[in-house]
């Protein structure tokens, strides 16, 4: 049987560990014929991203840091260089002072914000710039946002701002590139536990009132996000751009707290 992936290679930017939604989506990618290449941040991270990615059958990780321009084309390169062309991108990436991740939105510092944007927001960018010039006969990329980037949220802050711009480049790099053939989206992942996650303040409590209100009554988990990302990226959704898919057990559509929710 021929799977959604066959003769599909892509990357995959942001796998920290096997809790990271990076790893979901990789693995639901891989389950179905996809070859993968890996980019990591720093030589930290080597050692956890290397054993995962063999796990998955790649011996093809590079190393990236995001808000590094020649970084990013030296990627593009060894890309270039071994696969000649790509078919898709994950970009699983964001960052901010944890220290502004709590407390409120208007005590953000200008440094905070310049960098919260430069990594969340126009590393995207940055990356399609690239990756559409290895993209001749069409591709898909993906992007991961967040339900703060349409509602307020406790201490999600200048990432809800910066998760605002994401989605708002993603129509924009749909429209640029959609003549070429390529296919932009993002996915609004409900709350999940992981490294970067556990950085944002009383994170517990979010978990718990989005399982209690959310119409599915459960969060999500990181193969849930990888099934959503597999259509997104394979040819299921060909008529699909410039879409934000909200992949959170359907708490988007709540408009108050659910009457058998219990109390916090
Ligand atoms: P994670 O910590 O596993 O992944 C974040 C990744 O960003 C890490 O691999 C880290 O190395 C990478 N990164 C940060 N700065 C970088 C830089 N300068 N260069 C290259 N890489 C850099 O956490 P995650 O929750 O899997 O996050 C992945 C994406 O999903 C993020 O954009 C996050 O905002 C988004 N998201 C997360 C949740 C959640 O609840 N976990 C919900 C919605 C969206």
Known sequence: MTKLMDSKRGLIMGLANDKSIAWGIAKALSEHGAELC??????????????????????????????DEASIDA?????????????????????????????????????NFNLTMDISVFSFTAVAQRAAKLMPEGGSMLTMTYYGAERVMPHYNVMGVAKAALEASVRYLAEDLGKDGIRVNSISAGPIKTLAASGIGDFRYIMKWNEYNSPLRRNV???????????????????????THHVDAGYHVVGMKAVDAPDM
């Open 38 to 67: 890996f980019s990591y941040q720093g030589e930290q991270l080597k050692k956890r991203v290397d054993p995962l990615a063999e796990r998955l059958g790649s011996d093809f990780v590079v190393e990236c840091d995001v808000s």
């Open 75 to 111: 990627l593009f390169d060894a890309i270039k260089e071994k696969w000649g062309k790509i078919d898709f991108i994950v970009h699983a990436i964001g960052f901010s002072d944890k220290a502004e991740l709590r407390g409120r939105y208007v005590d953000t510092t200008r440094s």
């Open 221 to 243: 988990t990181i193969d849930d996000v990888g099934g959503s990302a597999l259509y997104l990226l394979s040819d299921l959704s060909a008529g699909v751009s410039g879409e």
